[in-house]
């Protein structure tokens, strides 16, 4: 089979990896001259010198927030390392060498930049078009291929809330995607919002350099933030944005200068044409069938979209998963049964009140039986099941202490079990 990848991040090295274990002729397109995605640093937001938007969210002094015990793709974990969490570069070294190690550069087109892909019939398990173009002389190519693999990850949209007063707000507002460092924020008055790890991390930073942090979120348990100093003011969610200052639902005013919205991001695809079947609205792509194969043309497959995961664990299921189905190794169900399949996972997440923009989130206590039944679906590989118990672990350790949680060391002791122990 001929089959392309589209990027080459580590959903994208992940895949190539598989499809040339199988025998596949495979073609990985990257629009940078790097593998890594989102973990190679650039102090550049905006575009970059080709004209084409910068992909990585990457800030400077990023420590992991998952051990690296479980960041690891199956059976090729991380050097050895004193630290669970790490740098930013520890990780894209390790994408690095896995890249060398089976010769994925081989089969990857750098500067290449997918600019459409569509059909290439009216059948159902037909093959694909892909355009691309080589951005740095501009030229154009057409391939054809029996299936496409995308992996462009889904950190680089920002999604913003659209507040009352936005446009009227006179200072700064940026998404944590195009933050790189604090010091540019000196003695000021920024506004952060959102309560995830992007969050956690700039009110951190930027704390020993402003006037003042406000951070608004609606985590259930506040977390304790004297630990980081007494500039930083927690507040319920944000009412509206006025000229200078912000507006929350408990009706309290904060004057402001900037704001920082990590508020997540949307998954985009401005590649796929109409006809390739899918949709994405709010965080929510559909249809898929176990949130990765297109149901509509399942010579598709969708690798990296669940959150709140075994990021690189899951890459690896996942394309394991689509390939089974593509290559035939696995009859692939009925569409009517796929469909079905799928109603059934989405009407259980609506009944526990979650909102379409969580569509596909997987979280501490789900993912176990997803990765589960990934495995048994198509017959592939499972993931052992230490690795989401370390996430349980980690989680669990974040709630409690957000400042210290990255001091545990862990220890992978069998498939089973593990320990973590206070560096």
């Known amino acids: 089979m001929k089959i392309a990848v589209i990027g080459a991040g580590a959903a994208g ?12 002729d495979v073609i990985g397109f990257e629009q940078t001259d790097k593998v890594g995605g989102t973990w190679v640093y650039t102090p550049q937001t905006g575009k970059n010198e080709f004209g084409i938007d910068i992909h990585s969210s990457m800030y400077q002094n990023l420590t992991t927030n998952l051990p690296i015990e479980l960041m690891c793709y199956p059976n090729e974990p991380f050097p050895s390392n004193p630290k669970s969490f790490v740098s930013s570069d520890v990780v894209l070294s390790y994408y690095e060498s896995f890249a060398d190690k089976y010769r994925l550069r081989d089969h990857i087109k750098f500067l290449n930049q997918v600019v459409r892909v569509r059909p290439l019939s009216q059948d159902y398990l037909g093959g694909w078009e892909v355009i691309v173009r080589d951005v740095s002389i501009g030229t154009y190519e057409t391939y054809t291929f029996d299936a496409v693999l995308v992996c462009n ?8 809330p659209n507040y009352e007063g936005a446009k009227t707000f006179q200072g700064k507002r940026i998404h944590s995607h195009n933050y790189r460092s604090p010091e540019v924020f000196k003695d000021e008055t920024i506004l952060v919002i959102g309560g995830n790890f992007s969050a956690v991390d700039i009110v951190q ?36 944005l006025g000229e200078n200052n912000a507006v929350f639902v408990d009706n309290t005013t904060s004057t402001i ?26 965080g929510y792509v559909r249809p898929l069938f176990k949130h990765c194969l297109n149901i ?47 109603e059934t996972d989405l009407n259980d997440r609506w009944k526990r009140g979650l909102p379409k923009r969580k569509a596909h989130m997987m979280g501490l206590n789900v993912q176990a039986q997803y990765y589960a039944d990934l495995a048994t679906t198509a017959a592939v590989e499972p993931i052992k099941p230490v690795i989401p118990r370390m996430h349980i672990h980690a989680g669990m350790s974040r709630q409690r202490d957000f400042v210290n949680f990255r001091s545990n060391k862990y220890h992978v002791i069998d498939d089973e079990t593990f320990e973590a122990r206070p560096i």
């Open 13 to 24: 090295l992940a895949a190539i990896k598989h499809a040339i274990e199988i025998n596949c």
């Open 153 to 160: 990850g889904h950190f680089h949209s920002g999604f913003i």
């Open 205 to 240: 930073q930027t704390a020993p350099h402003v006037k003042s942090v406000i951070w608004s979120h609606h985590l259930k348990n506040g977390p304790d933030v004297t630990l980081l100093g007494e500039n930083v003011t927690q507040k319920p969610d944000v009412l509206k």
């Open 257 to 282: 200068t900037t704001v920082i919205y990590c508020t997540g991001y949307e998954f985009k695809f401005p590649f796929l044409s109409v006809d390739c079947g899918i949709s994405s609205c709010d």
């Open 296 to 342: 509509n043309r399942p010579t598709m497959g969708f690798i990296g979209l669940p959150n709140l995961v075994c990021p690189n664990q899951l890459f690896s299921l996942q394309s394991r998963f689509c390939l089974s189905f593509m290559t035939g190794k696995k009859a692939l169900p009925t569409k009517e049964e796929m469909i079905e399949d799928t």
